[in-house]
């Protein structure tokens, strides 16, 4: 007979909640993405209940005394949606989202429904869907839910053995311990993939946050949860279908029902490959022999978390200690400050942050991460920290005088160059050359930047050479100021009636001239020109940046002509 599973209160959820707290503190409204299923039924009972007791708490402490230990509802959530997305791709989503929207009305919480309307826009006609244009479409949902809310947090109702299942399809694709450690509590949404309409989200994905404040509970005790406050859902029959995807088909062979030896499906024959489940759960479970087999899995993975989260600070503290001003979009180390990386573990984190922080793939993207590929981390890795010291430079170079850096160039991967440099520390300056063996304020250092564009002539895509087109745009704004993505890494915004005024908005119109962004310096900074017929291009606004000593540094920072500002957006955070 099975022991009694005790259900969730909302005094334990109220812990758990505090895990995911986004960098910025909470904002006001949170939706929950509310399936109609059981976890996501009971997130929205929990987090409803604790917003509710928050918000009685608050209007009880009128005039609460000074030394009051009780807890404040500053900073938290006050008000709790919901939002249902129906992809209308199986017969039972029309009673899913009858489930969901009687929960919020039981619950009394506002309900919006999101429909995927596949064949207009950019959503492909329904019989072209795979499972992963299903879950992009699913986030651009959930993106709009959060946007018609008002809010910028969402809240997922993944669990621990969600993430036991994550951990163990990640295992597969070879992921280190980043991939086995699986979702965060907290993470910030990001400007989504390159050449993907559905899946951009651009400067606002940065502004946006999603939240899984259940990730260190059972699927069971959810379960208790509905049961013990007597919650109606409705269960996915998809989910229970192994053939139907490969989390599937790793849910059912963990449930002790299905085969755990899996053939995974590709494009080509080649692509396809056996997985045999069996072994990472006995890695898995190697790892916390000290816990009781039921629990194994989701303590292993958690504790994997953990570890992540020491790993992601580490770096954080290394980057604080090495980094030294530089122009804006680049990343300046100190050599020395980065010799406290010690493990692998601890570089590659390092480097997948800073390639993430300095490329012009979209933020948080695969791609400005290097595709995640521990092979190109390895050999960035031998460039910064490498195996055998380096000789002492023997050679002069004769146009300074100085001795030649034996250190090179190299190309690292998501878009960006690596230079070697040397630092005067007194200064704040650099130098491409050896360092001055007789200047004790002169170090070795390493500076990250965005590779040079492309020529035009070399390629027919404006993005291959940062040259954007915004004529279009300024003509039909969408209010008194229009903000452009550029290069995703700066915001430009636009003043548009006094950009159309200095522009001539009837030559724009006419075609007779345009407005672009293109690239400016070394390092590929912004800067706005206006092409006519009769003038040709000249620049009307320039990134402006000021570091004392430094070359091409502007006085008045982020200033160009009074109807443009602009700013670096991308962040060094691990989240």
């Not at 938290?76 to 969901?100: L, T």
């Not at 309900?111 to 499972?131: M, N, T």
């Not at 651009?140 to 951990?167: L, S, Y």
């Not at 942050?353 to 031998?382: K, Q």
Request: some cysteine; hydrophobic content about 35%.
């Amino acid at each position: 007979m099975p022991g009694f599973i005790p259900p969730i209160t909302p005094a334990e959820f109220f812990h758990h909640l505090q895990r995911c707290i986004p960098p910025g503190g909470w904002h006001s409204r949170i939706v929950v993405a509310n399936s109609g299923g059981p976890d996501s039924v009971a997130l929205l009972y929990l987090l409803a209940s604790v917003v509710r007791q928050q918000n009685e708490l608050q209007h009880s402490l009128d005039d609460p005394p000074l030394d009051s230990n009780l807890p404040s509802r500053y900073g938290f959530p006050q008000v709790v949606g919901s939002a249902h997305v129906n992809h209308n791709m199986q017969d039972a989503a029309g009673h899913m989202e009858v489930k969901a929207t009687q929960a919020a009305k039981w619950l009394s919480v506002s309900h919006i429904v999101e429909r995927v309307p596949w064949g207009a826009g950019p959503f492909p006609p329904l019989d072209k869907v795979d499972e992963r244009i299903a879950r992009e479409a699913r986030y651009n949902r959930i993106f709009r839910a959060m946007q018609r809310f008002k809010t910028n947090v969402v809240a997922f109702a993944h669990h621990g053995d969600d993430q036991v299942e994550t951990a163990i399809m990640r295992m597969s694709h070879g992921s280190g311990t980043r991939g086995i450690a699986a979702m965060r509590p907290v993470r910030r949404w990001g400007m989504g993939n390159r050449d993907n309409v559905i899946d951009t989200f651009g400067l606002s994905g940065m502004r946006h946050w999603i939240v899984r404040p259940l990730l260190n509970v059972s699927k069971d005790r959810l379960l208790a949860t509905c049961e013990a406050n007597k919650l109606d859902y409705v269960n996915d029959p998809t989910n229970f279908q192994p053939d139907m995807t490969f989390r599937n088909a790793i849910r059912d062979a963990l449930s002790g029902k299905g085969p755990t030896v899996l053939q995974t499906t590709g494009s080509s024959p080649s692509s396809c490959k056996t997985v045999n489940v069996q072994s990472y759960i006995d890695e898995l479970r190697a790892t916390v022999p000290d816990v009781r087999p039921a629990d194994q899995l989701r303590e292993a993975v958690r504790r994997y978390g953990l570890r992540m989260e020491e790993v992601d600070t580490r770096v954080t503290n290394i980057l604080d200690n090495s980094r030294l001003q530089s122009p804006p979009s680049t990343l300046l180390l100190r050599s020395t400050g980065l010799e406290e990386a010690a493990t692998e573990e601890v570089r590659f984190a390092l480097i997948r942050r800073c390639l993430r922080y300095v490329s012009h793939g979209p933020w948080g993207s695969i791609w400005s991460e290097a595709g995640g590929d521990h092979r190109i981390y390895a050999r960035i890795s031998n460039n910064l920290w490498p195996s055998e010291p380096l000789p002492p430079p023997q050679d002069i170079d004769p146009q300074t005088g100085f001795p030649k850096d034996p250190r090179r160039t190299f190309t690292a991967g998501a878009g960006v160059v690596v230079y070697p440099v040397t630092i005067n520390t007194h200064r704040g300056t650099i130098v491409s050359r050896g360092p001055d063996p007789a200047n004790r304020n002169e170090e070795p250092g390493w500076i990250f930047a965005r590779a040079p564009p492309h020529e035009k002539a070399q390629s027919g895509n404006p993005e291959m050479h940062a040259v954007l087109d915004v004529t279009e745009e300024l003509l039909a704004p969408r209010g008194p100021v229009h903000t452009v993505l550029y290069d995703h890494r700066f915001a430009v915004h636009f003043d548009v009636a006094r950009t159309l005024g200095a522009f001539s908005r009837e030559e724009l119109a006419a075609g007779k001239a345009r407005v672009r962004i293109e690239p400016d310096t070394k390092w590929v900074l912004p800067k706005v020109v206006l092409s006519t017929e009769e003038e040709g291009t000249r620049r009307e606004a320039r990134f402006r940046w000021f570091l004392p000593h430094w070359k091409g540094a502007h006085r008045k920072p982020l200033v160009g002509r009074p109807f443009v500002k602009m700013q670096f957006v991308r962040k060094l955070d691990a989240i």
